[in-house]
């Protein structure tokens, strides 16, 4: 699973499976958003999104709300 900081993202739609889609939202264009292996600072980063970038934000009550769960 993977796990980015949910202050990050701009909701849009949500799907019929309780999914919704975002888009990273940057202050600063130019820097990323790490993708963690999980919901906390201190999971691993294992790859970064750019500003911009969309992602499916998969619905799961069992992490802190601060953090989204998501694919891409």
């Not at 999914?19 to 790490?34: E, G, H, R």
């Not at 499916?56 to 601060?66: A, F």
Request: charge should be positive; glycine fraction near 6%.
């Amino acid at each position: 699973m993977l796990y980015v900081a949910t202050r990050f993202l701009k909701f849009g739609s949500v799907n019929r499976g309780g999914s919704s889609f975002a888009t990273v939202n940057l202050q600063d264009t130019n820097s990323y958003l790490n993708v963690r292996d999980e919901p906390s600072m201190n999971g691993n980063i294992i790859d970064r999104l750019s500003h911009g970038q969309q992602v499916t934000v998969r619905v799961n009550r069992s992490i802190p709300t601060d953090w989204s769960e998501i694919s891409y």
